[in-house]
């Protein structure tokens, strides 16, 4: 009789931690090609290559690449890659967003300036299929507040879970 207190409380758990997951369209969302930029760190007025997937049912049409940082730039469909220089005027250690567009389908990765005292590696990045999902450890962009409402959330409902599995072994009687 155990067995469904138990499960119950692992089901509510693993609800809590799947909504405080982003939904599928936020950040990159899904795109059914790769892309990226190179070099992800780029001085001010410098050149970055912007790639896109051809192969293995990648982006088919025309892509276009849009930021603030750089004109926009269309890929055509019989190329793989194009090229975008960086505005003068960027700010140095500020990053920027870069959106992919190609059949309808729109992902997004960064870019940053470098400079303004902070140094960067250069280092690619690349986006095969799927959600872009951070920068591989990056701390950037965490938000206090979210990550609290998510604890928070997490421990509430383990905490209900708690109570509810104790109350209801206490009226078991045993």
């Known amino acids: 009789m155990r067995a469904l207190p138990v499960a119950s409380a692992a089901l509510l758990g693993a609800g809590v931690l799947a909504s405080c997951a982003p939904a599928a369209g936020a950040g990159g ?44 730039v269309t890929i055509p469909r019989t190329e793989s890659s194009a ?10 250690g500020t990053s920027y967003e870069v959106t992919f567009t ?3 389908a729109r992902g997004t990765t960064r870019i940053t300036i470098a400079g303004g005292g902070h140094t960067y590696p ?11 999902a951070g920068e591989g450890g990056s701390i950037a962009g965490l938000d206090p507040a979210r ?15 708690h109570r509810l599995t104790r109350r209801r072994s206490a009226g078991d009687g045993s």
Do not use: Q
């Not at 090229?83 to 140095?92: E, L, S």
């Not at 990550?147 to 879970?161: E, F, R, T």
């Open 29 to 72: 969302g899904v795109t059914p090609f790769g892309f990226s930029v190179h070099p992800a760190t780029v001085a001010p007025g410098g050149e970055v290559t912007l790639r896109v997937e051809r192969d293995r049912g990648g982006c088919r049409g025309r892509a276009t690449v849009e930021s603030r940082v750089f004109d926009t």
């Open 122 to 132: 250069p280092s690619p990045t690349h986006h095969p299929k799927g959600v872009h």
């Open 83 to 92: 090229k975008a220089v960086v505005y003068r005027d960027a700010r140095p």
């Open 102 to 104: 190609c059949d309808g």
């Open 147 to 161: 990550i609290g409402l998510g604890a928070l959330l997490v421990a509430g409902s383990l905490g209900a879970a």
